[in-house]
T-cell receptor, first 114, second 115 residues
Framework: DGGITQSPKYLFRKEGQNVTLSCEQN?????MYWYRQDPGQGLRLIYYSQIVNDFQKGDIAEGYSVSREKKESFPLTVTSAQKNPTAFYLC?????????????FGPGTRLLVL | DQQVKQNSPSLSVQEGRISILNCDYT??????FLWYKKYPAEGPTFLIS?????DKNEDGRFTVFLNKSAKHLSLHIVPSQPGDSAVYFC??????????????FGQGTTLQVKP
């Protein structure tokens, strides 16, 4: 079964702690994306990567970091510099053909601050 | 500045009737539009998309209409079913200018279909 998996489903962060959210896809997609959803709002882009070993900041990258060492994986680290990390985090991927593509989403990770 | 707006936070329709969800945008560079359906605590599911070279795209019960001059798109669901009850997001990207596929999302409209 091809798809996008995110883990864990729920994650708790203590003050001053960095936490890493996992995103894996077996769709053979080149492009991957991280979004954040807050209550009553749409999704906002944090980081995206169009190819392995390359990534770009989205609209709200401050306090976050990513890596793209493998095509299948695009982990997101929420650092202690992110002052309001409580949100629902969504990972997406697309083929990466640079022409009007559809992004497909994983099930999401809810991050809560203790 | 919100480039994609869904001005109706919620919509309630009777089963079997038509549901019409609306979306407005401000950026004339947007050339690809998508609708996603989302249940609580789950990721969005892709429903239907439309390129700016078209004004209508149909897939089963779902039809998306695009009015470029008005910078407006709408999603029609006919007939509506209780299982359609969810939050619907419209999203837009500007492939021609940015070549990145970055999606800009509206705030979402919660659809309730009553049996």
């Amino acid at each position: 079964d091809g798809g996008i998996t995110q883990s864990p489903k729920y994650l708790f962060r203590k003050e001053g702690q960095n936490v890493t959210l996992s995103c894996e896809q077996n769709l053979n997609h080149d492009a991957m994306y991280w979004y954040r959803q807050d209550p009553g709002q749409g999704l906002r882009l944090i980081y995206y990567s169009q190819i392995v070993n390359d990534f770009q900041k989205g609209d709200i990258a401050e306090g976050y970091s990513v890596s793209r060492e493998k095509k299948e994986s695009f982990p997101l680290t929420v650092t202690s510099a992110q002052k309001n990390p409580t949100a629902f985090y969504l990972c997406a991927s697309s083929m990466g053909g640079y022409n009007q593509e559809t992004q497909y989403f994983g099930p999401g990770t809810r991050l809560l601050v203790l | 500045d919100q480039q994609v707006k869904q001005n109706s936070p919620s919509l309630s329709v009777q089963e079997g009737r038509i549901s019409i969800l609306n979306c407005d945008y401000t950026n004339s560079m947007f050339d690809y539009f998508l609708w996603y359906k989302k249940y609580p605590a789950e990721g969005p599911t892709f429903l239907i998309s439309i390129s700016s070279i078209k004004d209508k795209n149909e897939d089963g019960r779902f039809t998306v209409f695009l009015n470029k001059s008005a910078k407006h798109l709408s999603l029609h669901i006919v007939p509506s079913q209780p299982g359609d009850s969810a939050v619907y997001f419209c999203a837009a990207s500007a492939w021609g200018s940015s070549n990145t596929g970055k999606l800009i999302f509206g705030q979402g409209t919660t659809l309730q279909v009553k049996p």
